[in-house]
């Protein structure tokens, strides 16, 4: 999964998070500080040569927010596009309605939660089992009683 660091992206990220709809201010409201499962999310994350709305890089989860001008046809294509490229970047994408955000905003929120439980537990993505063949814990996992 690969990120844009460049000082134009960072600038572009700075200049769309200050210019927030009002839908990515009511969700991000709701992502903010690991309040869903304890994930984290980023807003306005550079990804390859897009810039998307909220990210979580421990789930691989992108959400982006779409107003009605996506419903265009070559909006559609441009998002479509999009989203293949976030998916090479190892990335799911999960697109909202701004309408659905602001109204139904904890029916969005269900369906990130779901995804996100299919997703490691934060913190835990790369731990090692600890776990022996047999499903004992510990380190005395291995070692044989004598009797």
Avoid at 127 to 135: F, M, R
Wanted: charge should be negative; glycine fraction near 6%.
């Amino acid at each position: 999964m690969g990120t844009l660091k460049t000082k134009f992206a960072a600038k572009a990220a700075k200049t769309l998070r200050a210019n927030s709809t009002d839908a990515e201010r009511k969700l991000w409201s709701r992502l903010r500080d690991r309040q869903l499962l304890g994930f984290k999310f980023v807003r306005q994350q550079p990804i390859g040569p897009f810039i998307a709305d909220f990210a979580c890089r421990d789930a691989d989860l992108v959400v982006e927010l779409d107003g009605s001008q996506h419903a265009e046809d070559e909006a559609v294509f441009y998002d479509a596009r999009r989203t293949a490229v976030l998916a090479q970047h190892g990335y799911d994408v999960l697109r909202f309605w701004n309408n659905d955000v602001l109204i139904h905003t904890d029916g969005v929120l269900e369906v990130i939660v779901a995804h996100l439980e299919k997703a490691p537990s934060p913190g835990l993505r790369f731990a090692t089992s600890d776990l022996s063949p047999e499903g004992e814990v510990g380190p005395t996992a291995h070692q044989e009683t004598s009797a």
